[in-house]
């Protein structure tokens, strides 16, 4: 067997990152305002990975460079919705940004190399390799954020990304460093393999255990590691909040995943305890300070900490059942943030950005449609059936439910609670109020149908949710039982 | 399945159907067009629901019209359809009120005609839903859609401060079915389904059952609703619009009795016996102190909004008192409170349509210049007071039948509802309705004109048929009843 054909797993990675470089150098070529060229590729793309990844799926798990980097079920689920939510993200953005002179080589291509950093860390299967991927990720999207250079807001809200970004990295690796001194490997498998064995020194192994939880939790945006998410999410353009409240929350799932479940399961009763205490909060001042919101991209950052909160509780009940519930938690809310900001995208046009609350007042009288759709993802994020919000958390509670967290289920269905107030306000303002002004809207055709396939999609998984709860039980399944 | 189709389905679906339809005709240019396609939707989800009456089979407590079908096999979740004598009851009092809402709100109703009436519609089968679930996480997705077109009818077409009974009315309820959803996890991890006719056989010790009784009454007290959960419902009847009242107060208020015996009382019986006298306390305070606050009221829709409270505090009564009178009179108030409330409702809102005003002292002598709708008022008002002969004696006496054999004083408190509801609804009928003509407003009133005979009419029927001859109500529950009197005497420990 040939050298290439050995690289099989990989084999979307490589064509996504050769094709990078491809759009690159054909942007230089082919400037211009609309980028029609480019932009094609770009989905282009996204379709030949999705190809790919469908391809070369195999029943096992495949492991590739000495088993730095790993193929299972879970890993081609998640690259192909997070191809599915890139290539959305394109679509709602494009007349977007290019009304903005944002729509430029250089978007096309660290949206896409940001992708190859999530599929990196979706497929990693080494504490090194995850930590690349996330770079790769990482710094990509703090560029994107900065790309609206006049900004005074978008460069306050880059380098504040930037910076806490940065630390949260650190404490990544030095926690890595620590388990890596506890056990010697940087190897999932291994480490957890040493871990079992009682190789290990149980106090430096949690020490190092403290900052990898710090390091997850600020990626992930959860009290108390959040302060970034809101400042970020309102000042970076809304196309750039909307890549980095989607796709991302997939790739830093399977993150948690690798590091937490498939090599540090064996720590699992000291980092159950850390999440608990991450999740409440979570909850609590994402759902209690989302309501003093009066701009909407904020609202949706402290929605997106509260989510996070909601997911992590699947993952802390430590079951199959538990992080089947969390990965289905985790693309039910990448689809509903992708509708969220599409919505947003969709009702904005030059010189106007759609983001204040008020800017949905009366939008039933305006476009009774995109109201509706609008009423959808409002109740899907509440959490009411029949929407696919409903069942995200209905599966991440049964599995708290069955492992005993009553108190902690209580509390979460309080904060729910909670937060389905300000989900009722924008219901409110936009069926119960006038509207502020009776411009027309101006819709791009291509955002609206797409905004619309998106909501309609949240209702119908909400209708019949079977489908994709097995995917999510069978990959978590396979990754854990069968490594 | 006695028939070739699945009827259940039909019923629920049927008027969702035409609730997406009457939605798509858009924008208030349809209007005629919208009002047409509700009416022929509410029409045939009522003659739909009809061969369930005559199929039924009153012999048998079990299920009947059966449909189950795998929904979610990751959680062990069915389709799963049936209905039994108390739910058959309330299936037809709905497809029967929804009817009638779409005639009401006929003309009333002048902007997004399309979307109030198919609000209606679709709340109308998501509540078919509710009454035919037999698997609990169907039933929750039903028993909280449908909050979300009410949501929506209060906040669009209420009065002045819609926006905050609407929110209070959601958030209330919603907390509510959050603390049953945790609860009917824990069944599921319990019995490992999520069928509601397992849970009957499942054992659960007293603390459990306490528990679990404890988070459904969170949901269901909030609905019926009981004292001291029921400030939410003045303020949504008072700005809802017509149709939304009597919707409110005829079905959705059934919805939380309804959750007590399909759920509480069968799954949680001996935490039902333990927290009886608790749920009897709050019933009579209900009907006690809600009566004499009904007494004080100025604005009509508030006054039955409280006598409805009352009303519905024998409905609780009835059903913690654990024997067949107090169980079947409850059930029989369910059904006469539904008609004589939203029969009500409606006359207030004839009242309303004309001279906008739901205050007492803005009328006067309104029989000089409505003498038809003052007959039919009348009847109404009678019927709420509890006279021999309406619906309203029925199901009260039975209750109080079945008070008195449990405890005497239970029977006395109760029995002042005989005066209090007289004293209320009659002082405000002769308050607005006799006297001289109190203003030019009541002065140019014109009597109700013939689509409002038509709902009076069939309304003024069914209170004195059910008045006068309860039985085919009383036999089709009969069975039922016992079957659930049967399960509440098994201990479960």
Redesign the interface.
């Known amino acids: 067997m040939s050298y290439i054909a050995t690289l099989l797993p990989a084999y979307a990675e490589i064509f996504l990152l050769v094709m990078i470089g491809v759009i690159l150098i054909a942007d230089l070529f082919m400037p211009g305002y609309t980028r029609t060229v480019t932009y094609l590729l770009a989905q282009l793309t996204l379709l030949g990975c999705s190809l790919i990844t469908v391809g070369t799926h195999t029943e096992g798990i495949a492991h590739l460079f000495n088993g730095m980097f790993v193929d299972d079920l879970m890993s081609d689920v998640l690259k192909l919705l997070t191809y599915l939510a890139v290539s959305m993200m394109l679509v709602y953005s494009r007349s977007y940004l290019m009304v903005r002179g944002l729509f430029t080589g250089e978007f096309l291509g660290l949206t896409l190399l940001a992708t190859l950093g999530m599929m990196v860390m979706i497929s990693a299967s080494n504490f090194v390799v995850l930590y690349i991927g996330l770079e790769i990720q990482a710094l990509s999207l703090y560029a994107m954020v900065a790309l609206q250079r006049d900004s005074a807001v978008a460069s306050e809200s880059a380098m504040k990304y930037f910076v806490l970004g940065a630390m949260a990295s650190g404490f990544l690796l030095y926690g890595m460093s620590m388990i890596y001194g506890g056990t010697g490997s940087l190897d999932i498998h291994a480490i957890s393999a040493a871990i079992e064995h009682g190789q290990a020194n149980t106090t430096l192994l949690v020490f190092g255990l403290a900052f990898l939880v710090a390091g997850l939790a600020f990626k992930l945006g959860v009290a108390p590691f959040h302060m970034w998410v809101p400042d970020v999410y309102h000042g970076a353009p809304t196309a750039m909040t909307l890549l980095i409240g989607s796709a991302p929350k997939l790739a830093a799932f399977a993150f948690v995943m690798r590091i937490l479940v498939e090599s540090l399961q064996p720590l699992m009763i000291h980092w159950s305890g850390m999440l608990m205490v991450l999740a409440v909060l979570s909850m609590a001042i994402g759902n209690i300070t989302a309501i003093a919101q009066t701009n909407i991209k904020r609202m949706f950052a402290y929605s997106t900490i509260a989510h996070m909160g909601f997911m992590l509780v699947g993952v802390l009940s430590g079951t199959l059942d538990g992080y089947g519930g969390a990965m289905f938690y985790a693309i039910a809310y990448v689809l509903m943030t992708l509708g969220g900001f599409g919505m947003i995208m969709l009702l904005s046009r030059e010189g106007f950005e759609a983001d204040k609350i008020d800017d949905f007042k009366g939008l039933n009288q305006r476009s009774p449609w995109l109201a509706f759709m609008m009423l959808i993802l409002m109740f899907s994020m509440a959490g009411v059936p029949p929407t696919i919000g409903f069942y995200a958390k209905f599966s991440v509670l049964s599995a708290a439910v069955q492992t005993g967290h009553i108190t902690l289920v209580v509390m979460a269905v309080l904060f729910s609670l909670i937060g389905a107030f300000y989900y009722l306000r924008i219901v409110k303002l936009m069926y119960f109020d006038a509207p502020e002004s009776h411009e027309k809207l101006y819709l791009q055709p291509d955002t609206a149908l797409l905004v619309s396939i998106n909501s309609l999609a949240i209702l119908l998984i909400g209708i019949l949710p079977n489908a994709l709860m097995t995917v999510c039980a069978a990959s978590v399944q396979q990754s854990l039982l069968l490594h | 399945m006695i028939f070739g189709y699945p009827l259940l389905s039909v019923v629920i679906w049927l008027p969702i159907i035409f609730g997406a339809l009457v939605l798509a005709t ?2 208030d240019r349809n209007a005629p067009l919208a009002r047409w396609i509700a009416l022929l939707g509410a029409l045939l989800g009522l003659l739909v629901a009809l061969p369930l009456y005559n199929g039924f089979n009153r012999m048998t407590s079990a299920m009947q019209f059966v449909e189950l079908k795998p ?5 062990n979740v069915h389709y799963h359809l049936g209905i039994d004598g108390i739910s058959i009851l309330l299936i037809l009092l709905n497809c029967f009120f929804t009817l009638v809402v779409v005639i009401a709100g006929w003309q009333v109703i002048e902007k ?1 005609v399309a ?1 109030y009436m198919a609000s209606f519609l679709i709340m109308s089968g998501l509540i078919n839903g509710v009454f035919a679930a037999l698997d609990a ?1 169907l039933f ?2 039903f028993w ?2 449908m ?2 077109p009410m ?2 009818i209060i ?2 077409w209420g009065g002045p401060n ?2 905050y009974a ?2 209070k009315f ?2 209330y309820t ?2 509510g079915s ?2 049953m ?2 609860a009917l ?2 069944l ?2 319990k019995s490992g389904s999520f069928n509601i006719l397992d849970y009957y056989q499942l054992p659960l010790s007293m603390n459990a059952q306490i528990l679990i009784f404890i988070a459904f009454f969170m949901a269901f007290a909030v609905k019926v609703p009981m004292f001291p959960v029921h400030t939410w419902l003045p303020d949504a009847h008072v700005e809802a619009p017509t149709g939304g009242s009597v919707i409110l107060a005829a079905i959705m208020l059934k919805v939380g009795a309804y959750g007590f015996i399909r759920f509480s009382m069968p799954i949680a019986p001996d935490a039902s016996h333990e927290l009886a006298w608790v749920m009897i306390a709050l019933s009579l305070i209900a009907v006690v102190y809600i009566g004499l606050v009904a007494l004080t009221q100025a604005d009509m829709k508030k006054l039955v909004a409280y006598s409805s409270i009352s009303h519905m505090g024998f409905v609780t009564l009835g059903l913690f008192l654990f024997n067949a009178y107090g169980m079947e009179g409850a059930l029989l108030q369910m059904i006469s409170h539904g008609f004589v409330a939203g029969a009500l409702f409606l006359c207030i809102g004839v009242l309303y349509d004309r001279v906008h005003s739901r205050q007492i002292v803005d009328y006067g002598g309104v029989a000089n210049t409505m003498p038809v709708f003052a007959a039919f008022f009348m009847l109404f008002a009678m019927a709420n007071s509890g006279l021999p002969g309406t619906s309203g004696f029925v199901g009260e006496f039975m209750v109080l039948l079945g008070a008195v054999k449990v405890n005497f004083w239970y029977a006395f408190a109760a029995a002042t509802t005989m005066v209090f509801g007289a004293a209320y609804t009659l002082w405000m009928y002769k308050r607005v309705i006799f006297g001289p003509v109190a203003n030019d407003h009541v002065k140019h009133l014109r009597d109700i004109g013939g689509r409002e005979k038509l709902v009076m009419l069939s309304l003024a029927i069914a209170v004195l048929l059910m008045g006068l001859y309860p039985l085919p109500l009383s036999e089709i529950m009969h069975a039922s009843v016992n079957d659930l009197l049967v399960h509440l005497a098994r201990s479960k420990i």
């Open positions: 858009g924008n929904w979610i096999s990751m959680f997004r979307q996480v929750y997705v909280e859609a909050l979300i949501f929506i906040g669009v819609r926006v609407a929110l959601f958030l919603l907390l959050l603390l959803l945790v996890l824990y599921y991890f």
